[in-house]
């Protein structure tokens, strides 16, 4: 229920359209509806309304009939004071119509004598009449006086049609329009909540889960907006104003009827208790399923390598079959309940429309029942469905939409912060770590009391063996995580005081495996930000020596790059993803073995770039290559997360520790210590 409360919420934000839609719809359903109302009296009053009573008269006007030397006209057209002559009836008997002079029963059935005379049987008590049987040119003559009121009804029908068709097309397009941008407005709030998520919510869920929830189950409910509430709106409105003309119709048979709106509420209640536990499973098996291809998808080169593609194909299908299993299941349980129970109950309904009219009304001349009132209850009854259908056709629509939704509101539930629009002045650079601890998994430290200073315009090494901790620092830096002990300060103020975004704005990172966008290697570097202009992409490519390994490509930094840059060699990203640092010239330039997948030819060029790019801004640099931070003013070496040895190049080899061994086994002059 919780789900369907903010998806109502959410509906909200759209009232005004929302609630165009309904009064358009409802007059829509009015002007459906009103078509059996004018049937009836075209029936009741203009073609079953022959069999009235009529009177001889002297009048000559258009509702005066002559027959056999006299001039009649029906009961309903006399005036008030009216002069009337004798009675007379036309009765239909059999597939004839006859003239009957004086009084005649009307009601019970009629049947032809061997002497032509006219029987009427009315329970226990039987007529004979004489009658006179009409030809069709006479039988027309006693009709031709209503031909106008039918025209003129059948053009009332013809113009209801229309406007219930006009109606009809607005309020779906209203309705549609609204369940469209109330989907526009969920899909930014779920990517909105992505900018707002930590690092570590997504160390946990693969990145194939994530996308699946933006798409897959946000698709599922733009359809409970767009297909499901039109239908149950549309149905539920067509129902209340079927059952409203049933009452006006004949109170008793339409109380018979209500037993199809308990029938329907606790068939929906049902349907949805069993289908939401296939539902679920068969969402979540769709992010397995997306996680599965994206995860593929990345790792191509290497299932290949290793001839792995048997292994992943059927990882794959285990996940498709189970997709499979519980889809059938969902069918079975559709296909039991949907065309099956509507069967049922619309026999159910014309059952007791029998029973009725076939009992009750036969028992005297006070519970008759007119043709026209007969056609306009078939014609509701057999309408009445049509509501029915769709909104249980639109069930399994419904409960996969809601289970998508409890999906999407958990992502939305997570805790987030708030993407920071401020700015703040560019900071010197002066950073210091005071015994910082901080942790991935509770009780699992990784780093573990680490305190340095880095002052401004200086440059810091971070290095170590795998695990040491070094890239956690650098996270820890640029706040992809908080620490769970000690602080770090910029400039002397607590970074965990500063809206992450703010802090960033000064700050600027080239990881080791470089991400780049679709788009152009302009659009790279300056990431579309209007503040950076194309003389200062083309410097900050210049500064590190991109423009000497892109001036062969055919549209230079205006060159097309695909999903990832795959169409670029290593060094060639690694330039663009360095420019890109510098264009948004950070006061603190954090490096993570940026240096690492590229030749030596392209590392030569870049360090002479940094020897430019890092004056005036502190950098932090992580290296394997130890002849890469020969020159930096800090070198940090990390072991099980601490700082085991700290001071610059000279001063740590001459203690002969582990940054010298570690040196030395990289100059090929010694072996590992252990």
């Known amino acids: 229920m919780e789900a369907v409360k903010r998806l109502l919420r959410y509906a909200m934000r759209f009232k005004r359209i929302l609630l165009l839609a309904l009064v358009i719809l409802a007059v829509a359903v009015a002007a459906d509806l009103a078509g059996p109302f004018v049937a009836k009296r075209l029936i009741d009053e203009h073609i079953s309304g022959i069999e009235r009573v009529w009177y001889q008269t002297q009048d000559t006007g258009s509702f005066a009939v002559s027959y056999d030397g006299k001039r009649y006209k029906r009961e309903d057209h006399f005036a008030a004071d009216e002069q009337r002559g004798e009675p007379a009836r036309v009765l239909q008997v059999e597939r004839s119509y006859y003239l009957i002079d004086g009084p005649a ?11 032509e005379q006219i029987r009427i049987e009315q329970g226990e008590k039987s007529e004979l009449y004489e009658g006179k049987k009409l030809s069709v040119g006479q039988l027309f003559a006693f009709f031709k006086p209503e031909i106008g009121g039918i025209w003129l009804l059948c053009g009332i029908y013809f113009g209801l ?21 109330i989907i526009r407005r969920m899909r930014m709030d779920v990517f909105g909540q992505l900018n707002r998520l930590p690092i570590r919510y997504f160390d ?40 409203g003309a049933l009452f006006l119709l004949n109170a008793k048979l339409a109380a018979i009827c209500l037993f199809i709106v308990p029938v ?11 289908s939401s536990r296939y539902n679920r499973t068969i969402r979540a098996t769709v992010s397995e399923i997306n996680g599965t291809l994206n995860e593929s998808i990345q790792g191509m080169p290497i299932i290949k390598a290793f001839r792995q593609e048997k292994k992943i194909e059927q990882e794959f299908e285990t996940h498709n079959k189970k997709l499979f299993d519980y889809n059938n299941k969902l069918l079975n349980l559709n296909s039991l309940t949907e065309h099956n129970l509507v069967g049922v109950i619309r026999n159910a309904a014309l059952v007791a429309m029998i029973w009725y ?46 289970v998508s939704a409890e999906r999407v509101f958990v992502l939305l539930d997570e805790e987030g912060e708030d993407v920071s629009d401020r700015t703040m002045d560019r900071y010197k650079g002066n950073v210091q770590f005071d015994h910082v601890t901080f942790a991935y998994r509770e009780g699992e430290d990784v780093l573990k009391g680490i305190s340095f200073e880095a002052r401004q315009g200086q440059t810091v090494a971070l290095v170590g063996h795998t695990g040491s901790g070094k890239s956690s620092i650098l996270n820890l830096l640029f706040r992809f995580y908080d620490v769970s002990k000690g602080k770090i300060t910029i400039d002397g103020k607590d970074i965990r005081n500063l809206p992450r975004q703010m802090m960033r704005r000064h700050m600027g990172i080239v990881l080791q495996d ?35 390994l892109l001036r ?29 640092a510098i264009a948004f010239d950070p006061a603190i330039l954090i490096l993570d073995e940026a240096t690492s997948n590229i030749d030596t030819e392209t590392e030569a060029l870049i360090q002479h770039a940094l020897e430019v790019v890092k004056k005036g801004r502190t950098t932090f640099v992580i290296a394997h290559r130890l002849s890469t931070i020969k020159s930096a003013d800090l070198i940090l ?13 000279d001063e740590l080899m001459r203690l002969k520790g582990k940054y010298y061994q570690m040196y030395q086994i990289q100059q090929g002059h010694s072996r590992a210590v252990v």
């Open 204 to 243: 946990n869920l693969p990145a194939g889960k994530v996308v699946s929830r933006i798409t897959n189950d946000t698709e599922a409910i733009r359809e409970l907006y767009v297909t499901v509430l039109a239908n149950f709106f549309t149905g539920t409105i067509y129902m209340i104003g079927i059952f």
């Open 264 to 274: 329907l509420v606790l068939w929906i209640y049902l349907y949805g208790k069993i």
């Open 552 to 580: 062969n490509l055919p549209k230079g930094i205006d060159e097309p790059v695909i999903e990832k840059g795959s169409t670029l060699s290593a060094g060639q990203r690694q330039l663009i993803s360095f420019a890109r």
């Open 637 to 649: 070496v990390l072991d099980k997360g601490q700082i085991a040895e700290q001071g610059n190049h």
């Open 105 to 115: 029963l009307i009601e019970g059935k009629r049947s032809l004598t061997a002497e």
């Open 161 to 181: 049609m229309l406007l219930s068709a006009l109606f009809t097309y607005l309020q779906r397009y209203y309705l549609q329009s609204s369940a469209n941008q």
């Open 514 to 548: 470089p991400f780049l966008f679709t788009g152009t290697i302009a659009s790279n570097v300056s990431l579309n930000d209007p503040s950076i202009s194309r003389e200062r992409v083309e410097k900050a490519l210049t500064d590190v020596g991109a423009d000497r």
């Open 357 to 402: 009219f076939g009992g009750i009304s036969l028992t005297g001349p006070s519970d008759a029942i007119t043709l026209g009132v007969l056609y306009a209850f078939v014609d509701y009854v057999n309408r009445l469905f049509n509501p029915i259908v769709s909104i249980v056709n639109q069930l399994p629509n419904l409960e996969t939409a809601l």
